[in-house]
């Protein structure tokens, strides 16, 4: 549930012959504070960032129109983006046109402007100043002014969003965001860090404050409407009416404030973006095969290797193209809830991980394309304590621990039971079809140690909501990256036994709490990443969550009528090449109608074309496959 800060870039030409650091001349005028601590003044000589601006993304090739058409597996249960139910699949889709303050380069991970053009450091090390762009507007019309971030810290406190956990956060960790004009604003964290951690902290987007009116029914009167937002692209009444249900449509701003900016030029290129439910993978990739969806994700090994290929892919129609990442690794993996009765047993949960045969899954069924992740927070640099690595399949050590928890016998089935009777059985939750044949193998492995693994397949809208409502037994999940390891959300006995959180194993261990709180506050970076490894030691020990795998590449097919820059299209931190929203590096690809109508019209022709598979090295890690 945490928000996730995007940027955009400066024009290269102007940007390398500017001055980084420059100060505006501090004009004293009364200003509007909003809490009692009260501040009349900007300080006297700030000094005004407007950031690197990097490598830029956009292409002078690039084409307008088109609708760029996907999929998604499940129809959101709302349109929020905060509240019961909104951290579905479709969040991201709304969410990543709610532009911030700024963000971070992909690749040189430095501060770059999105609406904030300038911005400065307080002396107190935890306060950031910011001049916010004029220009900006809402897709209604209205102007966007520091009135919506003071109001954004007012929504966010708020329990009529029925969100404790934003709740949280923008009370400990955003503790102030002021006004001094209607274009300055401060944005003040709650305790000192590091330049690059707080812009991190206090980069926040806006929210309409027009728009909203918190009250008792404000999560049943907003769970469809249409939250005015900063980004190219925004819902339309008419296509929620018309596609609910069936599909989620979007559609390019004519008069958007950002096409006014260089950085902005040749970006965000569609006029519509579509995307259709379709529940079943395999039905979405016979979609796409069709020509009916314009890109598919090929990351799966039976797609790479099996089914993307054939005479659409070797006369040309289809594209291939995969491309390296060099990043924080996303914590696939199991979930055990702890607050399930044998779960609690921690020789029960080392068990389990001795009885899973992951490297034999991985071979056998992922024909060994994934690495084994070693831990939750895999690929933190200094933040990452190397020295944890994921437990071994060892039927041996896995009997020693089913053993002490009172496991010692098997029923006619082969599976353990307990002298009352009880079978050493777990139902595992899952929401992606595709991993069924993983599952699979893990399952009859580990009969050899007398666990006895059901699989419960959902959809992946009420997988997801299953977890977060802590009524799974064993939850196979991923939960994506920060720019520094999270602890809190994950595993804090706050949010443990309750719902709507993301402490999906229920862990509450007061050793763990206070380091956590300790990490949180901590000031001295050093000390920081002292705590980080501390905390990583103990939920080693803990046992709740088993690694499973990582992917560090991204691999897709795209009909040849979407086109990409011919270089600088794949990022260090990864993401989707054809991401369409990301403030940054997304939206950088283009649909060519008149290639997809002579594309259609090759394939009655039997026209053939030159074969295309595209490997991208650029950010190849150490340990990429």
């Known amino acids: 549930m945490r928000s996730w800060l995007t940027a955009i870039t400066w024009k290269t030409a102007t940007a390398s012959a500017m001055t980084l650091a420059w100060t505006f001349a501090a004009t004293p005028a009364l200003a509007l504070s909003y809490d009692a601590l009260g501040l009349d003044a900007l300080p006297d000589n700030l000094q005004w960032e407007v950031g690197d601006p990097g490598q830029t993304f956009g292409s002078s090739d690039a084409k ?74 809402w897709s209604d019309g209205e102007p966007v002014t520091a009135d919506d971030y003071v109001f954004a810290i007012e929504f966010m406190r708020s329990e009529f969003i029925v ?156 594209h291939r193209l995969k491309a390296y990442d060099d ?60 020295s944890i690595t994921y437990r071994q399949f060892d039927l041996a050590l896995a009997d020693q621990y089913f053993s002490q928890a009172g496991f010692t016998e098997r029923g006619p089935d082969g599976i353990r039971v307990n002298d009352a009777g009880t079978r050493l059985s777990f139902e595992v939750s899952y929401g992606t079809p595709a991993h069924t044949d993983r599952l699979v193998v893990l399952k009859e492995e580990a009969k050899k140690a007398g666990l006895e693994l059901e699989l419960k397949l959902l959809d992946s809208q009420n997988a997801f909501k299953l977890l977060l409502e802590k009524r799974h037994q064993i939850g196979w999940s991923g939960w994506s990256t920060g720019f520094r390891p999270a602890y809190r959300e994950h595993y804090h006995s706050d949010n443990a036994g309750k719902p709507q959180n993301n402490n999906i194993t229920n862990m509450a261990v007061p050793e763990i ?17 002292s705590l980080s490894k501390q905390i990583q030691g103990l939920l080693f020990e803990q046992a709740a969550y088993i690694p499973t795998y990582m992917v560090p590449y991204t691999r897709l097919g795209y009909w040849r009528w979407m086109n990409l820059p011919d270089t600088n299209f794949a990022t260090k931190t990864g993401g989707g090449l054809f991401s369409l929203f990301d403030s940054v590096a997304g939206g950088i690809f283009w649909l060519d109608t008149a290639e997809k109508r002579a594309t259609r019209q090759a394939l009655k022709d039997d026209k053939v074309f030159e074969p295309v598979t595209i490997i991208d090295e650029t950010w190849k890690p150490t340990f990429g496959g």
């Open 64 to 137: 307008r129109g088109g609708t760029y058409r996907s999929y998604i597996q499940s129809y959101p249960l709302t349109l929020r983006t905060v509240g019961p139910d909104s951290n579905g699949a479709t969040r991201p889709i709304v969410l990543d046109n709610q532009y911030s303050l700024t963000g971070l380069h992909p690749n040189s991970e430095t501060i770059v402007p999105i609406l904030a053009s300038a911005w400065a450091y307080g002396d107190d090390g935890k306060t950031m100043y910011f001049k916010l762009r004029p220009e900006v507007e």
């Open 163 to 318: 969100a404790p956990w934003y709740n949280n956060y923008y009370s400990e960790q955003i503790t102030d965001v002021r006004k001094y004009d209607d274009h300055t604003i401060s944005v003040t964290a709650g305790v000192k860090k590091p330049k690059i951690d707080l812009q991190l902290s206090v980069g926040i987007s806006p929210r309409p404050q027009h728009f909203h009116k918190l009250n008792e029914s404000w999560v049943t009167d907003n769970n469809w409407a249409i939250e005015p937002n900063t980004g190219p692209y925004q819902l339309t009444k008419e296509s929620v009416r018309r596609g609910k249900g069936k599909y989620i449509e979007l559609e390019r701003k004519d008069d958007w404030w950002g096409d006014a900016l260089p950085q902005f030029a040749n970006r965000f290129n569609v006029d519509k973006v579509r995307y259709t439910v379709i529940r079943d993978p395999n039905i979405a990739y016979r979609t796409f095969e069709k020509g009916d969806l314009d890109t598919f994700g090929l990351v799966l090994p039976e797609l790479w290797h099996q089914k993307a290929k054939g005479p659409l892919y070797d006369n040309g129609y289809i």
């Open 327 to 386: 990043t924080r690794q996303p914590s696939y993996g199991m979930f055990m809830n702890q607050a399930d009765a044998l779960l609690s047993d921690r020789n029960i949960r080392l068990g389990i991980h001795h009885s899973m045969n992951l490297d034999k899954m991985i071979a056998q069924v992922l024909r060994g394309d994934y690495e084994r992740l070693p831990q939750h927070y895999t690929g933190y640099g200094d933040y990452s304590d190397n």
């Open 513 to 529: 709490d206070a380091l956590i709180d300790q990490y949180r506050l901590e000031e001295d970076v050093e000390v920081k990443k």
